[in-house]
């Protein structure tokens, strides 16, 4: 498995944008696909976007595409996700997730480590 490490997160207001990061530790980072999803309140945890061991691919749920954009580098074990024209709807702990393959998966049973998560907030 792999540990993972989230940061950037934080309150902003609607409009605004956010780069969240995940350092990776204990394996071979650039082996493996990596994911974000988020849980809201009261809701279950929902994948957001997820990108291939090599960054070639990436594929977003439809309520982020166009927003947001996750990239990584592998040279640094680290994936971010550049948050533009936030909404209070996205307002959610972050998770990252490592997959256990190297293509993109949106299958929360593809991903077997998980980050602590980081709290977005997004005022209107």
């Known amino acids: 498995q792999v540990q993972l490490v989230e940061s950037g997160g934080g309150l902003v207001q609607a409009g605004a944008s956010l780069r969240l990061s995940c350092a990776a530790s204990g394996r071979t980072f650039s082996s493996h696909a990596m994911g974000w999803f988020r849980q809201a309140p009261g809701q279950e945890r929902a994948f957001e976007a997820t990108?291939?061991?090599?960054?070639?691919?990436?594929y977003y749920a439809d309520s982020v595409k166009g927003r947001f954009t996750l990239s990584r580098d592998n040279a640094k074990n680290t994936v971010y996700l550049q948050m533009t024209s936030l909404i209070p709807e996205d307002t959610a702990v972050y998770y990252c997730?490592?997959?256990?393959?190297?293509?993109?998966?949106?299958?929360?049973?593809?991903?077997?480590?998980w980050g602590q998560g980081t709290q977005v907030s997004v005022s209107s």
């Open positions: 990108i291939s061991w090599s960054g070639g691919s990436t």
């Open positions: 997730a490592s997959a256990r393959y190297f293509r993109v998966t949106m299958r929360t049973d593809e991903y077997d480590s």
